[in-house]
């Protein structure tokens, strides 16, 4: 069956923009994670969803948003980019309600590059 | 926070050694993973161990958890050049959402 797939693959924009991007996850999971990954700050939980509730919340500022539609996809938006904002941005899908419950089947991520 | 520190950061080995890595959390778990990820690319699951486990292994992967000293290792028996990747543990309180260490990089030299 397909994996966890996340689009776009890369992307760039410049400060001040804002940013959309998407995650499926593998049929039948209805839990989906993000985590933004940097070489400073490693990887860092984002948020999580479970049949469209956010179940947890990461310390990121309130530019950092997500959502989770009937069909278990979800999409995560920042708005007003920084430079720090540059990152390889992961998407998890698991059966599980939440991430710690279970084993997380990751995307290949989308590479956001922020000029 | 559940976030978890890895030893050695990084790790250079011939082809053929054992690799040990060594990941230290700091309150009480319900599960630990093992996640590596190549190049950039998204991680892959290795190995998940419950709080009542010891010993967990998989393949070349063998992983210990010690819940009286919050530390967990991962040993990868008879390295290969495709083993060359980073490798994190991942920990979450019951009910609670899985959070990462540092990783560690390691190197496996043909």
């Known amino acids: 069956k397909a994996g966890v797939t996340q689009t776009p693959r890369y992307l760039i924009k410049t400060r001040g923009q804002q940013v959309t991007l998407s995650c499926s996850p593998i049929s039948g999971h209805r839990s989906v994670s993000w985590y933004q990954q940097t070489p400073g700050q490693g990887l860092q939980f984002l948020f999580e969803?479970?049949?469209?509730?956010?179940?947890n919340k990461g310390n990121f500022p309130g530019r950092f948003s997500g959502r989770q539609f009937s069909n278990s996809r979800s999409e995560m938006n920042v708005s007003t980019l920084e430079l720090g904002d540059s990152a390889l941005y992961l998407c998890?899908?698991?059966?599980?309600?939440?991430?710690?419950?279970?084993?997380?089947?990751f995307g290949a991520g989308s590479r956001l590059t922020v000029l | 926070s559940q976030q978890g520190e890895e030893d050695p950061q990084a790790l250079s080995i011939q082809e053929g050694e054992n690799a040990t890595m060594n990941c230290s959390y700091k309150t009480s778990i319900n599960n630990l993973q093992w996640y590596r990820q190549n190049s950039g690319r998204g991680l892959v699951h290795l190995i998940l161990i419950r709080s009542n486990e010891r010993e967990k292994h998989s393949g070349r992967l063998r992983v210990t958890l010690d819940t009286s000293k919050k530390s967990s290792s991962l040993l990868i028996t008879a390295s290969r050049a495709a083993d060359t990747a980073s490798y994190f543990c991942a920990m979450a309180a019951a009910g609670n959402k899985l959070t990462f260490g540092g990783g560690t990089r390691v190197l496996v030299k043909p």
């Open positions: 998890a899908s698991s059966l599980a309600a939440v991430s710690g419950a279970n084993v997380l089947t």
């Open positions: 969803y479970f049949s469209e509730t956010q179940r």
